[in-house]
């Protein structure tokens, strides 16, 4: 079940990056000269936003599965022993 979530989350991240790229071929967005219309600067705010919190829950999946390992804890220095006088 945990691999259907990755892969739908993958996949519904990927999918607002193809619209990305299709307001820049069809000329909402040009780079040079430099212009865009209101409708493709939000479309592609919206479109990113939406990618990346698709991606962002793939990276988390892939964490909790092993696929991409997790940063070793920081570990404290263990404390000397205390010698008791007696």
């Known amino acids: 079940m945990r691999s259907i979530i990755l892969v739908l989350s993958l996949i519904l991240g990927l999918l607002p990056l193809a619209g990305v790229v299709w307001i ?3 000329g909402m967005i040009t780079l040079w000269p430099p212009s865009a219309t209101v409708d493709g600067l ?7 936003t939406l990618a990346a919190c698709f991606l962002l829950n793939a990276f ?3 964490r909790d599965q092993g696929i991409i390992p ?8 263990a404390k ?3 010698a008791k006088a007696s």
Do not use: R
């Open 24 to 26: 820049l071929a069809s």
């Open 60 to 62: 988390w999946e892939m």
């Open 80 to 82: 000397a022993p205390v």
């Open 70 to 77: 997790k940063k070793a804890a920081a570990v404290a220095p």
């Open 42 to 48: 939000f479309m592609s705010l919206i479109l990113l």
